[in-house]
Every structure is written in structure tokens, then in C-alpha cells.
């Protein structure tokens, strides 16, 4: 059996090797598939990390509640994404805010809930700022640094903002003399009463971009809006030695808070670091989509080049059968050439799709994410590649007869 294998894969190797530039033009097929799969399991796990690693700076003491639909999960995306609000969906409310702070093992209770709208200040004026309405207890279960001045306070939430790093620059061209200052939305005043140290990553588990965001009290929004509702509530538990307990608690007050419906999920640890971002759901899936036609394609173009070297090599496939060899190892012999093309396609496309993950990582806050259950996917799918574009090539040599292939001549 081990010579048999060898005989395969030095015949293999005779062929490509005299058909260089086709085999090449096959491989390439194949490693721009897979490429395009690495790329985006690297962005995946990079982005998850990302949003892991500021969970564990904050500590494990933190619970997530978001909402949840009884729809299929394509569904309730493309109904977020298409709406005009996208939170008149949600069905976490400023009740269960109250509930929760009211219960003993939570210590601080902060809402998300998110708008965009145009703000001016005496010097600029910016439409489409992200808006994140919450309340007091923010600063104290994320924990995130000040520039200058404070976060707003019950004594003074009311028309008191905290700016993002990089907003403060847009309008007021400054970070140093922003506090004090007052901005317009929606024709309500409002002032500035601190301003956010710049945050290196703008991905995190709120889905929102705190260096470009203004920050103010729920009840101000709501105010302003008319109606607001909330798409995340963070809970700062009192005993992280019983988040399991907590969780439990929080999921059945909610529940008496809604009559019984259970339209939501708690969350703690490694649940957190997910991506909840719908259109980051959608854009990945439909990335992977996309990149799943092309090895698609790049395996046909495997088929039809081992169909060309079936028709090219009849006649020596004749004296093959003519002198002893069963169809089963003609059969062996192609799609051990299938397969030793997928493989080298399947290499340089794991290499190409890392070598993109690095030039991205230049420009963006996304590491290069490599592990073996990447490698392993990337091995089994072009194995799984040369075997199912091999097989109908292979079978087809096979089955030739023996008199006629040689009769066969190029």
C-alpha cells in the first residue's frame, strides 16, 4: 500500500510539473476560496478577542441583558437593518432598568439606548453622531477614563453631556477648553461636562464607538426623541462568585416584569463576547457566502483540468489497464491528483488569507487570529474539495476501456 501511494504521488507530480502553468492557474482557484475564509474567520475571531479582552478589563462581575425575538435569526436582522428605528423592536424597557436596580446582588445598573442625530456646536455642526443614552451607574460598571471634567451625576444629569475623544476635536476643534461649552440637539441645549480619554479600539460588546459618541442621561433622550428604547442593559453583579445565581434572578424578575414573556437574554463571561452588532452578523455571513462560491468555482476548475488530463492521458491509461492495473487504482491515481492539487491550493490560500489578516491589521485594530481549528478547517475543506471535483474525473478514467483508450492517441 505505501508504494502504491508513492507510485500515485510521483505520477501526480509528473503531471503537474509538466503542466506547470495550468496547475498553477487550478491551485490559484482554490487558494483565492480559501483565502477569502480566513480572512474572514481571522476578522471573527479578532474581533471577538477584542471585545473579550475589554469584558476582562472590566471584570467578572459583569451580566448582559439584550433582547431577543421569537424570529429566526436572518429574519430579525434584516428587519433591524431595514427599519426606520431600529430599537421600536426591542423589548427591553426603562421598567426593567428599575427592576433590576432594585433587586440586592446587583450593585449598578446601566441601559443602552442609541440614536443618531445632528449636533451643533458655535464652531461645527455634524449630522448622524451616534447618541448613547444611559444613566449614572455607566462610569461605574465600565469603567472607562476621563480626560477632563466628570460624568454626569443625579444632581445633575439633566442637560449635562460627556463627549467622545475624537467628537470633542470635530466640534470644538479641542479636547482642553470643551468643558463648559454647550452643544444643540434637536434645539435643546445641552453642556458639556466632561470629555473621554481616546479609547484605542472602537469595537466593544455596547456596538457603540465611544470616541465618536456623545454620552447623556436615558431620561434626556427619551426627552428629546419623544420615545426611546433600550437595546442593552449592563449589570455590575454584587458577588461575582454566583453570576450563575444572579443571572437566574435577573431572568425571572424580568419575566414577572413581563408577565411571563421571555423575550430577552442574559448573558455573562465568555456569552458577552459574541458580536451583537446585526450588521456585523450579516456582513460576515454573507462575506462567507461569497467566498464559499468562489471555492465553489475554484473546485470546478479542479474538475475540469483533471478532465482535460483524463482526456489527454487515454492512451496511457490503456497500456495501464493493458498491463495489469485495476480500474480502481486508475481511479486512485486521478484523484490522488485532485487532491494533491487542492492541498497546494488549500497551502497557499492559508498563506495568502494570513498574509491579508497582517496588511489589514496595519490599518485596522484587527489582529491576525490564528488557531488550529482554522488550520484544521482549511485541510479538511480542501480535502473535502479534491474529493468531491475529483471523483467524477476519476471514475470517468476508470471506467474507459481498455481496448479503446488504446486506440487513443494525442
Known amino acids: 500500500m505505501p508504494l502504491l501511494l508513492r507510485t500515485h504521488f510521483k505520477l501526480a ?9 495550468r ?8 487558494a483565492i476560496g ?15 478577542n477584542l471585545i473579550k479582552s475589554e469584558v476582562d478589563n472590566i471584570g467578572s462581575d459583569l451580566i448582559v441583558v439584550r433582547p431577543s425575538s421569537s424570529k429566526d435569526s436572518i429574519t430579525n436582522i434584516v428587519d433591524e437593518l431595514t427599519s426606520s428605528n431600529t430599537f421600536e423592536q426591542s423589548s427591553l424597557s426603562l421598567s426593567d432598568v428599575k427592576a433590576i436596580a432594585a433587586m440586592e446582588d446587583t450593585s449598578a445598573v446601566a441601559p443602552i439606548a442609541t440614536s443618531t442625530n445632528t449636533v451643533e456646536s458655535e464652531k461645527n455642526t455634524f449630522p448622524s453622531v451616534p447618541i448613547l443614552g444611559t ?17 454626569f451625576t443625579e444632581q445633575n444629569k439633566s442637560n ?24 444643540t440637539i434637536m434645539g435643546e441645549k445641552f453642556m458639556v461636562v466632561g470629555v473621554l480619554d481616546e479609547i484605542n479600539s472602537s469595537i466593544n460588546f455596547d456596538n457603540v464607538d465611544l470616541n465618536n459618541a456623545l454620552i447623556m442621561d436615558i431620561e434626556s433622550l427619551d426627552h428629546i426623541l419623544g420615545s426611546t428604547q433600550i437595546q442593552q442593559i449592563n449589570i455590575k453583579a454584587a458577588n461575582t462568585d454566583s453570576l450563575a ?13 413581563k408577565s411571563g414573556d421571555e423575550n430577552f437574554s442574559v448573558m455573562y463571561g465568555e456569552d458577552i463576547t459574541h458580536p451583537s452588532s446585526s450588521l456585523f452578523t450579516i456582513v460576515s455571513g454573507m462575506l462567507a457566502l461569497v467566498a464559499a462560491i468562489s471555492l465553489i468555482v475554484g473546485g470546478i476548475g479542479v474538475m475540469n483540468i483533471m478532465l482535460v488530463s483524463v482526456a489527454e492521458r487515454t492512451h496511457e491509461i490503456g497500456i495501464r489497464k493493458a498491463v495489469g492495473a485495476s480500474a480502481r487504482n486508475i481511479l486512485m491515481q486521478f484523484l490522488f491528483e485532485a487532491l494533491i492539487l487542492s492541498i497546494l491550493g488549500g497551502i497557499f490560500g492559508l498563506l495568502l488569507g494570513y498574509l491579508l489578516a497582517f496588511l489589514l491589521s496595519i490599518i485596522t485594530p484587527f489582529a491576525p487570529y490564528i488557531s488550529l481549528e482554522i488550520v484544521a478547517t482549511t485541510i479538511l475543506t480542501t480535502l473535502a474539495i479534491g ?10 478514467a476508470a471506467s474507459r476501456n481498455p481496448i479503446e483508450a488504446l486506440k487513443h492517441y494525442r
Not at 445565581?245 to 416584569?257: F, G, P, R, Y
Open 387 to 396: 474529493v468531491l471535483f475529483g471523483i467524477y474525473p476519476a471514475l470517468k
Open 245 to 257: 445565581a444572579i443571572s437566574d434572578n435577573i431572568k425571572s424578575t424580568l419575566k414577572d416584569n
Open 135 to 151: 444613566t449614572v451607574d455607566y462610569i461605574n460598571v465600565e469603567p472607562f477614563p476621563l480626560r477632563f471634567g466628570t460624568f
Open 13 to 21: 507530480k509528473t503531471s503537474i510539473k509538466e503542466n506547470r502553468t
Open 160 to 183: 449635562n453631556i460627556v463627549l467622545g475623544h475624537t467628537l470633542s476635536l470635530a466640534l470644538f476643534n479641542t479636547v482642553n477648553s470643551t468643558v463648559g461649552k454647550t452643544v
Open 34 to 48: 480559501v483565502a477569502s475564509i480566513i480572512l474572514i474567520l481571522s476578522l471573527m475571531g479578532s474581533v471577538t
Open 23 to 30: 496547475s498553477f492557474l487550478t491551485c490559484l482557484g482554490i
